[in-house]
């Protein structure tokens, strides 16, 4: 297409256009063309960058959007104190899906909860049967878990509806990283970087680039440092799970 940059949108994406570190001059992916990459939910964990001080590649800039894993857990011990017993399903063809579930089986040792965490569709490579979103989630129930947090899957977040009705059909509350599954759909409570701050920090690489004439691996990995708590109050009617006043103090809430 002749263009001066190509901006990428999300961590299957960016792994399929721009590859790890380690791709770097392999012609399946672009090398000669600057790359920005925003909503990655790991970009170091999954090797399309080196540090928040650079991404350790020459034509590559990016940005970080996502709250500390221990952030997530303290909301959701805000929203229900007795929680013990987290569960996660996860799409085991995506690697964020699977470096969240990582994170969460070392954090249940240093935070003190149990974990269950279960793949959707185990040992199909290709896209899983959204049929066993509901399946899978009456399995979480049976486990006795407290509460489901959706770490990382563009998959699970095309089919929010299937994910989120089958969680309040089996009375589990969810956390999501993206807003509008609490807005749109029936997840209870998010914290996390509103969708027009991550793109004004991805727009405000792609100006040091194209405008300033910055090298992209010469710029540090930009951070969204705002974040938006939102809770779904007609969730919280229907589960029994009401935010304690301090949270509705910060919170904003859909009814």
Avoid: C
């Avoid at 399995?139 to 407290?146: I, M, Q, W, Y």
């Avoid at 309040?168 to 969708?195: C, D, H, T, W």
């Amino acid at each position: 297409m002749g263009a001066d940059l190509v901006a990428i949108y999300g961590t299957s994406v960016t792994l399929g256009i721009l590859g790890r570190k380690t791709d770097d001059g392999n012609t399946q992916f672009i090398n000669g063309i600057p790359g920005v990459f925003w909503y990655v939910a790991d970009p170091f964990g999954t090797g399309i960058a080196e540090s928040f001080e650079g991404s350790g590649r020459p034509h590559i800039a990016g940005t970080f959007n996502r709250v500390p894993e221990e952030v997530n857990i303290r909301t959701i011990r805000s929203n229900k104190p007795s929680f013990q017993h987290l569960g996660i399903l996860y799409n085991g063809n995506e690697r964020n899906s699977l470096i969240k579930v990582e994170e969460h089986r070392a954090l249940s040792q240093e935070m003190g909860y149990e974990l269950t965490a279960i793949e959707l569709d185990p040992g199909n490579t290709g896209a899983p049967n959204p049929a066993l979103i509901p399946v899978r989630m009456k399995e979480l129930s049976e486990a006795d878990v407290d509460f489901i947090y959706l770490g990382s899957s563009s998959y699970l977040r095309i089919h929010a509806d299937a994910f989120t009705n089958a969680a309040v059909e089996n009375g589990l509350p969810v956390l999501s990283p993206y807003e509008e599954m609490i807005r749109e759909n029936q997840a209870l409570v998010s914290i996390a970087a509103r969708a027009y701050d991550v793109g004004r920090v991805a727009a405000e690489q792609v100006l040091k680039i194209l405008r300033d004439g910055d090298t992209p691996g010469d710029l540090p990995i930009a951070r969204v440092t705002d974040f938006a708590y939102v809770v779904n109050m007609e969730v919280a009617r229907k589960l029994g799970i009401f935010p304690s006043v301090e949270i509705l103090q910060v919170a904003e809430t859909i009814k």
